[in-house]
């Protein structure tokens, strides 16, 4: 049967074609959809995990039980995940067991736009790159056989492009999952060094054996016209080459790491230039010319964002003199600016006035409110990673907390993720920070997904709701309090509380979010322009729900409206209008 999939979700199929068993992650653009789908698939098993680094941990479980496991995450939840990852590489498998990462070149939703190659190379684990939604599901059935043939984890490497464009995909049949059983084996799953040394060395032999086999494999050919210029090339590069230089020949990697260094060179001989394809850092080029090989590449590459058609057909003009072959040409490709921002009625957006207004020192963390980093609101001064605000706010606190507020904010799913640490290091080292979590009962900037606060798991399922206030009083937070997320007064002076309080202080917010687990809505706010003095203080809380009207002052101020259909009512623009200008409709009397 053929089905129009995403790379995500034709992983997904994937799965349940290879009879996995169990299916781990945290929530993370792009890699989110995978464990939703998985999880609609009647007999499936996917879990959220508080942090990918217990997901992979689970996963490591179910393989060491015979079963076969997927673990998936973003680029940046690799980094959480990589200690289990590198001692796992040296034990190897039980069931076959897969990671599928997926990068996010041009940042479309991430800090940064690490390049997770190196990974594989890092952990001397083999690493395979599907280019569309048919080898994303073809590539981890392949990468199955080769964890169970090689004794070894494998990566699947996805990017933003493969996991959520769509292609044709030949759906095959459901496997039935297979559990072999936990075998106790001292010398292979105990690495403490007696052990480990040993498998050291088999993990070297190992790489050896995969290069061997990387050579051979039907995942990396070559598809020869003009021998004018060759390619080397994989992932969705793979897709913009063929499309930009239809007549180049081409050696497809689907295996790229380790790279099949003598059919490379063999390759490059049968041409009269070699060109390396690939997004972000010259992962493929370097290990090329470290063998001699000839090639060139990133420097008419960037190093930066998401390649493209346009972007290659930029670099080839560039490099138009090396050689002489034909490409196809693009016109530039011009899109509407949209800047995000806060949703309309986001209960964040009280705290971060309220924060503004107490000229606080504000460390972020990964959520919709990092958001609150941009104009109007400018409230939020740091952006690390998962959990970081917490300590960053209390290295500010040691060296330089006595001029303004320290004020640390993070999410519900982000502090059960990793801001318990920062919390009991602020307890125990004494310090002067205030930790405002707020708590919207959802995993809401990956698109609402559940997690130990929420009372359901990814299976929908009721399960044991964690008490965020309950396990910050555990940890020893002598001042904890409930903010009033849509009362600004109280917002104010309760974070005005903390801030004097001596000593780490925790304020929790509780208002869900607006989008999910679904659309939460109220009556929409009104301005009445007969009062409206144009004075913008409105603008300046950064609603969407909030333009400027055509009506102006006598001065030539533009007055405030709002837009009906934004509204949800949460007033806070209300709360702020210093001349009350704005108000809900006054319900009509019933006849």
Not at 257 to 270: M, V
Not at 356 to 362: D, E, G
């Amino acid at each position: 049967m053929k089905r129009l999939l995403s790379g995500n979700e034709a992983v997904a199929q994937g799965a349940m074609e290879a009879g996995v068993r169990l299916a781990a992650a945290y929530p993370g653009t792009p890699s989110t959809e995978i464990l939703e789908t998985l999880s609609k698939f009647p007999g499936a098993y996917a879990q959220w995990s508080p942090n990918e680094k217990v997901a992979f941990e689970v996963g490591i479980g179910a393989s060491m039980a015979g079963a076969r496991a997927m673990v998936c995450m973003k680029h940046v939840g690799l980094n959480v995940a990589a200690d289990p990852l590198m001692t796992f590489s040296y034990t190897g498998v039980n069931g076959g067991f897969v990671l599928v990462c997926a990068d996010d070149p041009e940042m479309h939703s991430s800090q940064n736009e690490q390049d997770n190659r190196h990974y594989a190379r890092f952990a001397k684990i083999p690493m395979l790159e599907p280019s569309n939604s048919q080898e994303a599901k073809d590539f981890l059935l392949e990468a199955y056989k080769i964890s169970e043939t090689f004794d070894t984890p494998v990566m699947l490497r996805l990017t933003t492009r493969i996991s959520h464009s769509k292609t044709i995909v030949e759906c095959g049949e459901w496997k039935k999952p297979e559990v072999n059983g936990f075998k106790k084996d001292v010398s292979k799953y105990v690495m403490m060094p007696v052990f480990a040394i040993e498998r050291h060395k088999i993990v070297e032999e190992r790489l050896e054996k995969l290069k061997e086999y990387s050579e051979n494999s039907p995942l990396n050919r070559i598809e020869m016209r003009s021998t004018s210029l060759g390619v080397v090339t994989s992932s969705i590069s793979y897709q913009y080459v063929r499309e930009v230089l239809p007549d180049a020949s081409i050696l497809k990697l689907g295996m790229s790491w380790p790279l099949p260094i003598e059919k490379i060179r063999q390759f490059a001989n049968s041409v009269d230039q070699l060109m390396v394809v690939e997004e972000l850092d010259p992962f493929m080029e370097n290990e090329l010319k470290a063998a001699k090989i000839d090639c060139f590449g990133k420097e008419y590459i960037s190093l930066k964002g998401e390649l493209n058609p346009e972007r290659l057909q930029e670099a080839l003009v560039a490099a138009k003199l090396l050689f002489d072959v034909s490409f196809v040409s693009y016109p530039p490709n011009e899109v509407l600016s949209r800047p995000p921002v806060l949703c309309a009625g986001c209960p964040h957006r009280t705290v971060f006035n309220a924060l503004k207004k107490l000229k606080a020192n504000v460390f972020g963390d990964i959520g919709c409110y990092t958001l609150a980093a941009l104009p109007p609101l400018g409230a939020l001064h740091s952006c690390i990673c998962m959990g970081a605000s917490i300590g960053n706010a209390i290295g500010v606190d040691l060296v330089d907390g006595s001029k303004q507020p320290v004020v640390a904010v993070i999410g519900d799913s982000t502090f059960l993720h990793s801001g318990l640490t920062g919390v009991m290091d602020a307890v125990y080292n004494k310090s002067n920070v205030t930790v405002i979590i707020l708590d919207n009962r959802a995993t809401a900037m990956t698109g609402g997904q559940n997690h130990p606060g929420t009372g359901f798991t990814l299976m929908g399922e009721p399960t044991h709701q964690a008490d965020i206030a309950a396990i910050v009083k555990a940890l020893g937070v002598p001042h904890v309090a409930e903010l009033d997320a849509l009362n600004f007064d109280h917002t104010v002076e309760t974070i005005r509380e903390a801030v004097n309080t001596p000593g780490p202080s925790v304020l929790i917010t509780q208002e869900p979010c607006r989008l999910f687990p679904k659309k939460l809505g109220g009556t929409p706010y009104q301005v009445d322009l007969e009062i409206c003095n144009g004075c913008g203080v409105c603008f300046k809380i950064g609603c969407p729900a909030l333009f400027a009207s055509e009506e102006t002052t006598a001065k030539g101020l533009r007055k405030a409206e709002i837009d009906q259909t934004a509204c949800v009512g949460c007033d806070l623009c209300a709360q702020l209008c210093p001349v009350d200008a704005i108000m809900a409709p006054v319900p009509q009397e019933v006849k």
